[in-house]
């Protein structure tokens, strides 16, 4: 899985990008009442122009990318100096409000995340093969304090159609997925888009404290 996900950035195979923020970011993040200056994680990046939005609208980001080809990309593509440095086998980039480490999201732990206080997650879940995602839901759960509110955006294919990444996760593989350990809350699903077939759901999440 990680060496296709680092060949589609090699042989720029990134459709997935968006060049623009995300509608259903936009549309419901404010709701989330995340307070400015909270630090919001992003896992599996990209160069998410997400995480500029974000930044613009008073939150530090920081965003964990395997791939070294699309965090040189999004600040070859922003504005400001560059600071890169080494932190617990993570390369480190800097750019304004927005700090991207280069490495496995699986290998960040809980010291690095000491200052997170939310999450966003556009793309990380659904590029997750299922014998992976339960691994990724407790990772993400053991990451951010009770209390932490995140987005998440979800992907649903047709009946029938398994392929991926993106993968299908369908609104109760969501539910199973966090439910232990978020407050889970369905806000909006798309409607199918024409072509593809493929319906987008967003979701808020909160995670619970240790009495929930």
């Given at each position: 899985?990680?060496?296709?996900?680092?060949?589609?950035?090699?042989?720029?195979?990134?459709?997935?990008?968006?060049?623009r923020p995300h509608p259903m970011l936009v549309a419901h993040w404010p709701g989330l009442e995340v307070r400015?200056?909270?630090?919001?994680?992003?896992?599996?990046?990209?160069?998410?122009?997400?995480?500029?939005?974000?930044?613009?609208?008073?939150?530090?980001?920081?965003?964990?990318?395997?791939?070294?080809?699309?965090?040189?990309?999004?600040?070859?593509?922003?504005?400001?100096?560059?600071?890169?440095?080494?932190?617990?086998?993570?390369?480190?980039?800097?750019?304004?409000?927005?700090?991207?480490?280069?490495?496995?999201?699986?290998?960040?732990?809980?010291?690095?995340?000491?200052?997170?206080?939310?999450?966003?997650?556009?793309?990380?879940?659904?590029?997750?093969?299922?014998?992976?995602?339960?691994?990724?839901?407790?990772?993400?759960?053991?990451?951010?304090?009770?209390?932490?509110?995140?987005?998440?955006?979800?992907?649903?294919?047709?009946?029938?159609?398994?392929?991926?990444?993106?993968?299908?996760?369908?609104?109760?593989?969501?539910?199973?997925?966090?439910?232990?350990?978020?407050?889970?809350?369905?806000?909006?699903?798309?409607?199918?888009?024409?072509?593809?077939?493929?319906?987008?759901?967003?979701?808020?999440?909160?995670?619970?404290?240790?009495?929930?």
């Amino acid at each position: 899985m990680a060496n296709e996900w680092l060949d589609r950035w090699r042989e720029g195979r990134i459709g997935f990008h968006l060049e623009r923020p995300h509608p259903m970011l936009v549309a419901h993040w404010p709701g989330l009442e995340v307070r400015p200056g909270t630090k919001v994680l992003v896992p599996l990046c990209g160069k998410s122009l997400d995480m500029r939005w974000l930044a613009g609208h008073d939150h530090p980001v920081l965003g964990i990318e395997l791939a070294p080809e699309a965090i040189e990309q999004f600040v070859a593509e922003g504005q400001g100096v560059v600071t890169r440095y080494h932190q617990a086998g993570f390369q480190i980039c800097r750019q304004g409000n927005v700090e991207l480490w280069q490495g496995d999201f699986f290998h960040f732990h809980i010291e690095q995340a000491a200052e997170i206080g939310a999450f966003y997650d556009r793309a990380s879940l659904i590029a997750l093969p299922p014998a992976t995602r339960q691994r990724y839901a407790f990772h993400l759960a053991q990451l951010v304090p009770p209390g932490s509110r995140g987005l998440l955006i979800s992907l649903e294919r047709e009946p029938g159609d398994e392929g991926g990444p993106p993968f299908s996760v369908p609104p109760d593989e969501v539910r199973e997925l966090f439910a232990p350990n978020f407050r889970v809350t369905l806000l909006a699903q798309g409607e199918p888009e024409a072509g593809s077939g493929f319906r987008e759901s967003v979701w808020a999440l909160v995670r619970r404290g240790p009495l929930e």
